[in-house]
């Protein structure tokens, strides 16, 4: 639709091309079954998404969010980068079983929400099921975290792939 065209921001197409899928769903490989879990740092509006999918003819995206104990679902932070992940993931594998997003808020206690985020993903007591995949976009780099922090966060990685969850950065 020309709104999303206008927009300034991805259609489908150029997501596909981008990733290179188109020959993945071109043999029907279109995340059948497959549940994602990804890293966000607001709660959005889920209504857009089924604009976004009506726009372009997709299926509405089956989206949850949930949060981390305690955290307040009031920020200012822009929502724009968990809208991106989930239009990006419904583009790519438009038949994904469920997209859970899970709100990991920064302050100055926890600055770093990658470990806070695979913690959360890896509890089948948050989630139900453990994704299949995780689809990790944070904006902090390794290099930033303390050593304590990278200890933690590659156990969990190693966890993760023993579970068989697949992590995708």
């Known amino acids: ?27 029907g490989l279109e995340g059948q079954g497959v ?27 089956r989206f949850e969010q949930t949060a981390m104990p305690g955290a307040s679902t009031d920020t200012s932070t822009d929502p724009d980068e968990t809208y991106l992940d989930v239009e990006a993931l419904a583009a790519v594998a438009p038949e994904l079983r469920r997209i859970t997003a899970i709100f990991v808020p920064l302050d100055d206690s926890f600055v770093n929400s990658f470990p806070l985020f695979l913690y959360g993903a890896l509890d089948r007591g948050r989630l139900g099921r453990l994704p299949d995949v995780l689809s990790i976009s944070d904006a902090v780099c390794e290099s930033l975290f303390s050593p304590d922090e990278l200890r933690l966060s590659d156990r969990l ?4 792939a023993a579970l068989g969850t697949i992590a995708l950065a």
Request: hydrophobic content about 40%; glycine content about 8%.
């Open 35 to 61: 549940r994602v879990a990804i890293l966000s740092s607001a709660f959005v509006d889920e209504s857009a998404f089924a604009t976004w999918a009506g726009c372009f003819g997709l299926p509405t995206p």
């Open 157 to 160: 990685l190693r966890r993760a």
């Open 1 to 27: 639709c020309q709104a999303g065209v206008d927009s300034g921001s991805f259609t489908p197409n150029q997501i596909d091309t981008a990733y290179g899928t188109d020959e993945l769903n071109a043999r």
